[in-house]
């Protein structure tokens, strides 16, 4: 089976730093690429960074230079290291795990909460 699953979410202060986890299963991450998305109440969900074996390969612009997407294959995690939170990094971040080979396939973890408030 496959799956992911994110910790890390929680409440912080403008400025602040959080670092998101995602514990992926049976997922081989040179065929996989990761992902992390977010949304907001009301808005639609967006992808926040990308991540292959060939290392980083998107950062949104509004996180760009403050968020860090990276992998430890020891632990088959994927991390969000998230630096210089803003109150509008406010929303649900969910982890993705990505193929196209040999079939199209997504999987989804259930998201975990990251409130950034004074």
């Known amino acids: 089976q496959v799956h992911v699953v994110e910790s890390g979410g929680g409440l912080v202060q403008p400025g602040g730093s959080l670092r998101l986890s995602c514990a992926a299963s049976g997922i081989a991450f040179s065929i996989y690429a990761m992902g992390w998305y977010r949304q907001a109440p009301g808005k639609q969900r967006e992808l926040v960074a990308a991540f292959t074996s060939a290392g980083p390969i998107h950062y949104a612009d509004p996180v760009k230079g403050r968020f860090t997407i990276s992998e430890d294959n020891a632990k088959n995690t994927v991390y969000l290291q998230m630096n210089s939170l803003k109150p509008e990094d406010t929303a649900v971040y969910y982890c993705?795990?990505?193929?196209?080979?040999?079939?199209?396939?997504?999987?989804w973890g259930q998201g975990t909460q990251v409130t950034v408030s004074s």
């Open positions: 993705n795990a990505h193929r196209t080979i040999p079939t199209m396939l997504d999987v």
